[in-house]
């Protein structure tokens, strides 16, 4: 199966500043990838669909204007929280679909102090 | 709209037991459905998954689940459990084969015993 990395695995910033996290497809290239977000001891809930090339598609209720994707290349998408708070710390994962199943990568783990 | 239902938040087994993990769903057609297990920290690994045939189906680390229209239900099962089973267990609906838009429910922790 694909293999996907994330980065950073974990981190700490400031309220009021932006972290920038990627999702990296090691061994297959991904017109689509899959943002989510789980807080802890909750499931995970759909972000947005990063499409390479063009724009995100957001679920409802999350802030396209906060959450910022950017999938630039097939084996690369950006997830950026811009002004980030407290209560945007989550667990974040990205996952990339073949053509059965979903291969997600180890997550990053935001906290916002 | 689909959704899940896992309806045990917690299950605790001892080590050796025979564990099963409830699923049920609803979906207007036939569904795909999934299981994927998560350990702390970690992001999902999937366990098996279920498009048509077989309602049986078997999985890694000798786990398999038993699709069941009748009931909407999709219920994981291991014969004997160890140890490093002890985790976070989701199961997932799916529209299609493409698996991006799979719906997950709230997750059963399992809780192994020595």
């Known amino acids: 199966g694909a293999v996907v990395s994330q980065h950073p695995s974990w981190v700490i910033c400031k309220s009021g500043t932006s972290v920038k996290i990627e999702c990296r497809s090691l061994d297959f290239q991904a017109t689509t990838m899959f943002w989510y977000r789980q807080f802890p001891k909750q499931s995970l809930m759909l972000m947005a669909t990063s499409n390479e090339g063009s724009k995100a598609t957001y679920e409802q209720g999350v802030e396209k204007d906060k959450f910022l994707i950017n999938h630039a290349s097939l084996t690369l998408s950006t997830l950026t929280v811009t002004s980030a708070h407290p209560e945007d710390s989550s667990f974040y994962i990205c996952?990339?679909?073949?053509?059965?199943?979903?291969?997600f990568g180890p997550g990053t783990r935001l906290t916002v102090t | 709209a689909q959704s899940v239902t896992q309806p045990d938040i917690h299950i605790t087994v001892s080590e050796g037991a025979s564990l099963e993990l409830r699923c049920n769903y609803s979906?207007?057609?036939?569904?795909?459905l999934f299981w994927y297990v998560q350990s702390p920290g970690q992001g999902l690994q999937l366990l098996l998954k279920y498009f048509s045939g077989d309602t049986l189906v078997q999985g890694i680390k000798g786990f398999e689940a038993e699709f069941k229209r009748s009931q909407s239900s999709f219920n994981l099962r291991k014969p004997s459990v160890h140890w490093s089973d002890a985790a976070e267990y989701f199961c997932a609906v799916g529209a299609s084969t493409n698996a991006g838009k799979s719906t997950f429910g709230d997750g059963t922790t399992l809780t192994v015993k020595p």
């Open positions: 979906y207007g057609a036939t569904p795909y």
């Open positions: 996952s990339l679909t073949g053509t059965y199943e979903q291969y």
